[in-house]
Antibody
């Protein structure tokens, strides 16, 4: 069965960086794009970008360009998402999500359990 | 960017009721819409894509309809396990990927 298992909660100070991992199993890791979506406390869903695990190619939402880096390690079927120069408004649950291409966009058929990142001085 | 609105933002209904949630797009998106359910404290779960196609394993009491700018998610016979927030997502235009603000469903 498809599973996406994310790393544990993090507490970081403003200005620091955080790297979240997402280990995939139950399917061919390189066969599906992986997206990242975040959710601030009590708020809606905000798309951050994607990585193509096959090529390593990435695309980031404009808001996050220059501050977010997505990478992968195909040998262990794991995707990573790093946010630098953290601010208090980056406090959120970060999700990885396997994407299914539909038309010119994607929907997300499997999600990780989420990783809470708290930014506080 | 395509904007999505949802109504109502909150609803309370009784077990067994039929519940309808509406998602409206700021421009026509054909049938390029998905619906997700997010139970409190859990990750979102895909319910429907292509406006009306039920994802495998999702109970048949969930259904989706609509095209263009107005879409509905219907829960026939609301169950206690359906307490959740429901989000729509447009699949028509990329980038960016956008979601609706959510509709919280509670049991009376």
């Amino acid at each position: 069965q498809v599973q996406l298992v994310q790393s544990g909660a993090e507490v970081k100070k403003p200005g620091a960086s955080v790297k979240v991992s997402c280990k995939a199993s139950g399917y061919t890791f390189t066969g599906y794009f992986m997206h990242w979506v975040r959710q601030a406390p009590g708020q809606g869903l905000e798309w951050m970008g994607w990585i193509n695990p096959n090529s390593g190619g990435t695309h980031y939402a404009q808001k996050f360009q220059g501050r977010v880096t997505m990478t992968r390690d195909t040998s262990i079927s794991t995707a990573y998402m790093e946010v630098s120069r953290l601010r208090s408004d980056d406090t959120a649950v970060y999700y990885c999500a396997r994407a299914q291409l539909y038309g010119s966009s994607w929907y997300f058929d499997y999600w990780g359990q989420g990783t809470l990142v708290t930014v506080s001085s | 960017d395509i904007q999505l609105t949802q109504s109502p933002s909150f609803l309370s209904a009784s077990v067994g009721d039929r519940v309808t949630i509406t998602c409206r797009a700021s421009q026509g998106i054909s049938s390029y819409l998905a619906w997700y359910q997010q139970i409190p404290g859990k990750a979102p779960k895909l319910l429907i894509y292509a406006a009306s196609t039920l994802q495998s394993g999702v109970p048949s009491r969930f259904s989706g309809s609509g095209s263009g700018t107005e879409f509905t998610l219907t829960i026939n016979s609301l169950q206690p396990e359906d307490i959740a927030t429901y989000f729509c997502q447009q699949l028509y235009s990329y980038p960016p990927i956008t979601f609706g603000p959510g509709t919280k469903v509670d049991i009376k």
